[in-house]
């Protein structure tokens, strides 16, 4: 998946972060200004992590596979209608939130996995395949534009988002070395798995990061009016990448955010052989053998 996370493949996709930002950024502005407008009250309460998320969402699938939520419009006119995709992935999130008995007896106990005739499970399946059919049909349509694109040698097109890339890389890699694939490439299969992989990485710890660097800077004002003042110098509302990195303070905001609310703690792994460590000192265990190392 390397070719399609270079630097250069990443900067082209700031315009999508950008447009869509603006537009989280209008649309606060306009629940803002209707409230102020009815004289309800000074203040707008938003739940931000609602709008954050829709907003996250619509932008990995734009960049990870150039795929229309419109979760951010969606809320906006109060439409709850989700697109199948979109309803699919948010349900398989929503689950994983709630730890039953049986869930947690098949995340420790892999026999309880053979249980699959639950209601849960019957869900989850449903589920997947949605995601399978939309996913494989994604991969099967720009598949055959690149195909295309190369028969007739117009050279690289303007896909920016991750699949086509990760897709163009992988045609690349099949028709090097006298057509022959090699171990680099990746199976349809297996390419179009990366479409949750690109959803999970990019969606929920993106806005859950905003979210809580939302509430450190409404936490500490002085903070929240520097950062502010900093933004606010530039002339525009649709800056370039390297524009953004010459932010000195938003960078340290940024990381300090995700230093102190780290959204992803830790990772649970299985090491797939023993591990063996050498020993200065053989020792004689219960059991009367000499060991030399332990495992």
């Not at 999508?16 to 306009?30: D, G, M, P, R, T």
């Not at 829709?54 to 906006?76: E, K, Q, W």
């Not at 859950?208 to 009016?225: F, K």
Request: proline share 3%; charged share 25%; with cysteine.
């Amino acid at each position: 998946m390397n070719p399609a996370f270079g630097t250069l493949h990443i900067r082209e996709m700031t315009e999508i972060f950008v447009a869509k930002s603006n537009e989280l950024q209008n649309a606060l502005i306009k629940l803002s200004s209707s409230n102020a407008s009815s004289g309800s009250s000074e203040w707008t309460p938003v739940e931000m992590l609602s709008h954050l998320s829709c907003t996250t969402l619509d932008i990995i699938g734009l960049a990870g596979f150039n795929y229309h939520f419109n979760s951010l419009t969606r809320l906006i006119k109060g439409d709850r209608d989700e697109n199948e995709l979109s309803l699919a992935f948010s349900q398989i999130l929503n689950s994983m939130g709630k730890l039953r008995l049986l869930v947690f007896l098949k995340m420790w106990f892999p026999i309880f996995r053979l249980i699959r005739f639950d209601q849960r499970s019957r869900m989850e399946k449903s589920r997947q395949r949605t995601i399978q059919t939309i996913g494989t049909q994604l991969v099967q349509e720009k598949k055959r534009d690149l195909k295309l694109e190369m028969e007739k040698r117009q050279g690289s097109t303007k896909a920016k988002d991750l699949l086509t890339l990760l897709i163009r890389a992988n045609l690349a890699e099949g028709s090097g070395a006298g057509g022959a694939g090699g171990d680099r490439t990746l199976s349809d299969e297996e390419v179009m798995n990366q479409i949750p992989t690109f959803l999970m990485a990019g969606h929920e710890t993106t806005s859950t990061s905003t979210a809580w660097a939302l509430y450190s800077l409404s936490s500490h004002p002085e903070v929240q009016t520097k950062l502010r003042e900093e933004l606010l110098a530039f002339p525009s509302e649709t800056p370039t990448m390297d524009e953004l990195n010459a932010f000195p303070y938003l960078d340290r905001v940024v990381k300090e955010t995700l230093r102190y609310h780290a959204v992803v703690s830790g990772t649970i792994r299985v090491a797939d052989q023993d591990d063996v460590i050498p020993l200065e000192k053989p020792f004689t265990d219960k059991y009367g053998v000499v060991r030399h190392e332990i495992m």
